[in-house]
T-cell receptor, first 112, second 114 residues
């Protein structure tokens, strides 16, 4: 069974700082890994998808890396803004079962 | 539609009643997933569909839970004889195909069993 761990559980930074969110997973047999954000009381918004063959994916201020063999992914958010405050979730998709397995998330607060 | 649509957005039901939750995936998406998020908890996988078939039902918590998908489109999650522990947000997601494509989530149905 895929186990996903996200560190830190919570993060509070002043506006403008760069954010580093870590995700580790136990089973490297994955199709891809997706990063989501969830605002309180809302559904999940897709941020980035990294295919298992990729090492990195970028979208605007977001950059995600993937080291499949070691079971790690990192999401970098540059020049954070208060609007980046949310819970960030990573989810690898299993090669054998097609399930998205979720970590507990990292709750980010960006202070103005 | 433009995104994944779930209805109702909120449902309050009495313990012991049956409920049906609906998910309209993005048009053309063959894969559809149901997850549950209890208060303060992570996302719990329930079931996924590829087309109309459900290869993996292992996440359904009990035989009170069932799901179906018709015409490769709309899916319904049914909970019979609801219990208070069924209270949660039920989230649906769809993707173009299983494996390698981005999954998009709906806004969820908040179920409260009183």
């Amino acid at each position: 069974k895929q186990e996903v761990t996200q560190i830190p559980a919570a993060l509070s930074v002043p506006e403008g700082e760069n954010l580093v969110l870590n995700c580790s997973f136990t089973d490297s047999a994955i199709y891809n890994l997706q990063w989501f954000r969830q605002d309180p009381g809302k559904g999940l918004t897709s941020l980035l998808l990294i295919q298992s063959s990729q090492r990195e994916q970028t979208s605007g201020r977001l950059n995600a890396s993937l080291d499949k063999s070691s079971g790690r992914s990192t999401l970098y958010i540059a020049a954070s803004q208060p609007g980046d405050s949310a819970t960030y979730l990573c989810a690898p998709e299993g090669l054998n079962d097609y399930k998205l397995s979720f970590g507990a998330g990292t709750t980010v607060t960006v202070r103005a | 539609g433009a995104g994944v649509s779930q209805s109702p957005s909120n449902k309050v039901t009495e313990k012991g009643k049956d409920v049906e939750l609906r998910c309209d995936p993005i048009s053309g998406h063959t894969a559809l997933y149901w997850y549950r998020q209890s208060l303060g908890q992570g996302l719990e996988f329930l079931i996924y569909f590829q087309g109309n078939s459900a290869p993996d039902k292992s996440g359904l918590p009990s035989d009170r839970f069932s799901a179906e998908r018709t015409g490769g489109s709309v899916s319904t999650l049914t909970i019979q004889r609801t219990q208070q522990e069924d209270s949660a947000v039920y989230l649906c997601a769809s993707s173009l195909n299983r494996g390698s494509t981005e999954a998009f989530f709906g806004q969820g149905t908040r179920l409260t069993v009183v």
